[in-house]
């Protein structure tokens, strides 16, 4: 079986009902435990789970330091960057920094496709949030949606690295190809979801056919973004194949090989066993 890491998956959301209709809540003690034990039956041994406003941080970290080989990232999403507050949030970032479990800081970026939060306040909130992360040397997670003219800019004046000196990654890539080798100069890696399987979803298989394997991740997105066969439905963890036999087809590997260089590339970017 296959050692397979989920860069970026949410175990603090659930849906009910079999749909992504509606809205997510927190799960259960034994929703996640029933995630983390049918994600290990598929060969996902890593997991992250990325943070995205102050009611669901502490959940992350919770899951996380319950469960060996998952890890959290703390961080506010633009779309709720309308309430980040500076001195708050950073201070709980810290606070939450004492588990040994909190590699990253995530998820945070920009989102000019839904525009939940204004753009300026959206860019202030990140460039703050990028700033902690370089002082406190813990790599990023990062959103784009129809941002990346001020997404890139914003990572070279706050937080630029190189292809050999990693500061975070672009997760659910779905940019072109250009976009993602700009990203890759200055220290990104770039991550795939089961947005791959997508039968409309060229551009992704496109970029992820030129983009070089050894600057790639793979990852969930959980619950969202369940791939072909499953569009529509909650996705978990125990997904990941799918994704990875995918991106074997597209990059004409095996899906061992994609399994190993992106499990070492989770290792390498989040400093982890």
């Known amino acids: 079986m296959d050692d397979l890491a989920d860069s970026h998956g949410h175990l603090t959301m659930v849906f009910d009902g079999g749909t ?17 034990a049918r994600a290990r039956d598929a060969g996902v041994t890593r997991m992250l789970v990325p943070g995205t406003c102050r009611g669901d ?21 633009p779309h ?26 995530g998820e945070i970026g920009l989102d ?26 813990l790599p990023v997670l990062l959103h784009n949606r129809n941002s990346e003219a001020d997404l890139l800019p914003i990572l070279e004046a706050e937080y630029p690295g190189t292809a050999g000196e990693l500061r975070g990654v672009l997760h659910s890539f779905c940019a072109d ?23 409309a ?16 991740l793979i990852e969930t997105d959980a619950p969202y973004l369940a791939p072909a066969p499953f569009r529509g439905k909650p996705n978990e963890p125990s997904l990941l194949p799918k994704t990875a036999a995918r991106m074997a087809e597209v990059k004409s590997l095996s899906v061992a090989e994609v399994a190993a260089v992106t499990t070492a590339n989770f290792r390498r970017l989040f400093g982890t066993s």
């Open 20 to 36: 992504t209709a509606g809205r997510p809540r927190p799960p259960t003690a034994a929703e996640v435990a029933g995630l983390v």
């Open 177 to 199: 190809v250009e976009t993602g080798r700009r990203a890759i100069a200055l220290g990104y890696l770039v991550s795939y979801s089961g947005m791959i399987t997508f039968r």
């Open 80 to 105: 709720e960057a309308k309430d980040f507050d500076e001195d708050e949030d950073l201070r709980l970032f810290e606070e939450l920094r004492a588990s040994a479990k909190v590699v990253a800081v």
């Open 112 to 137: 000019f496709h839904y525009d939940h939060s204004p753009r300026d306040v959206q860019k202030k909130a990140l460039a703050a949030q990028l700033r902690f992360a370089k002082e406190k040397g």
């Open 201 to 216: 979803a060229e551009n992704v298989r496109e970029s992820a056919a030129a983009l070089p394997l050894d600057s790639m």
């Open 57 to 77: 941080l502490r959940l992350a970290v919770e899951i996380a330091d319950a469960y060996e080989g998952v890890y959290a990232a703390v961080g506010i999403h």
